[in-house]
């Protein structure tokens, strides 16, 4: 799938507005200023790369990945995922929590750190969908999204699996004080869902030159 750089860094602008309002939210939650930002912006045919989906998602190969999903249906058509080392997102939990932040690699997370991770996809989740649609006129209809733990080997499965036929990948990046936490944001969307969000987005780009 062919793109312009313009149309790159349109999307990624887009994005980085969305997040933006998230970050405000998270930073009232856990009473600490935290920067948001979508450094880059990726669109890849799932069918052909879906291998090469590790090159851009490289803490994959740190272990377990902590992964919250939601869909989306009727205008568009598709799922998107919040993604992040499951390790690294203890530190965030201690902060929503108010605990002192201990190191731990252990994976026994409890219903309270599920319930968590569910409301921080929730909420990035939905204001991406959200301000997104909202300035390029797009209305998203989606569910509450699922939180589940993933190795390596059963993520690129549930990748490769897919109804649908392209990703597209936003890199995000977590800073809350002196702890900075990658991850990303995985949209598979339909054909047609993503013929028509670039539409949208080269008529943006048209006008710009108006």
Same mark, same amino acid.
Do not use: W
């Given at each position: %799938?062919?793109?312009?750089? $313009? &149309?790159?860094?349109?999307?990624?602008?887009?994005?980085?507005?969305?997040?933006?309002? #998230? +970050?405000?939210?998270?930073?009232?939650?856990? @009473?600490?200023?935290?920067?948001?930002?979508?450094? !880059?912006?990726?669109?890849?045919? #799932?069918?052909?790369?879906?291998? /090469?989906?590790?090159?851009?998602? =490289? $803490?994959?190969?740190?272990?377990?990945? %902590?992964?919250?999903?939601? =869909?989306?249906?009727?205008?568009?058509?598709?799922? /998107?995922?919040?993604?992040?080392? +499951? @390790?690294? %997102?203890?530190?965030?939990?201690?902060?929503?929590?108010?605990?002192?932040?201990?190191?731990?690699?252990?994976?026994?997370? =409890?219903?309270?750190?599920?319930?968590?991770?569910?409301?921080? @996809? !929730?909420?990035?989740?939905?204001?991406?969908? @959200?301000?997104?649609?909202?300035?390029?006129?797009?209305?998203?209809?989606? &569910?509450?999204?699922?939180?589940?733990?993933?190795? +390596? $080997?059963?993520?690129?499965?549930?990748?490769? !699996?897919?109804?649908?036929?392209?990703?597209?990948?936003?890199?995000?990046?977590?800073?809350?004080?002196?702890?900075?936490?990658?991850? #990303?944001?995985?949209?598979?969307?339909?054909?047609?869902?993503? !013929?028509?969000?670039? +539409?949208?987005?080269?008529?943006?780009?048209?006008?710009?030159?108006?």
């Amino acid at each position: %799938m062919e793109n312009s750089d $313009m &149309t790159q860094d349109i999307l990624k602008e887009l994005f980085n507005i969305s997040v933006g309002r #998230a +970050a405000g939210i998270l930073s009232d939650i856990v @009473g600490e200023k935290i920067h948001l930002n979508v450094p !880059n912006v990726k669109i890849l045919e #799932a069918s052909s790369e879906s291998y /090469a989906i590790d090159e851009y998602i =490289s $803490m994959k190969k740190n272990g377990t990945l %902590m992964v919250s999903t939601l =869909s989306f249906k009727e205008n568009y058509t598709g799922k /998107a995922s919040l993604i992040f080392s +499951a @390790g690294k %997102m203890r530190k965030f939990i201690s902060l929503c929590l108010r605990e002192e932040q201990i190191d731990r690699y252990d994976l026994d997370f =409890s219903d309270v750190d599920f319930d968590i991770i569910r409301e921080i @996809g !929730n909420i990035i989740l939905n204001c991406i969908l @959200g301000e997104t649609g909202n300035l390029l006129n797009i209305s998203f209809r989606y &569910t509450l999204p699922e939180v589940r733990l993933f190795n +390596a $080997m059963e993520f690129k499965y549930d990748c490769q !699996n897919t109804d649908n036929l392209y990703v597209l990948i936003l890199y995000i990046t977590f800073v809350i004080g002196d702890t900075e936490i990658d991850g #990303a944001i995985i949209v598979d969307l339909s054909l047609h869902s993503l !013929n028509d969000l670039l +539409a949208r987005i080269r008529r943006l780009e048209e006008s710009l030159y108006e």
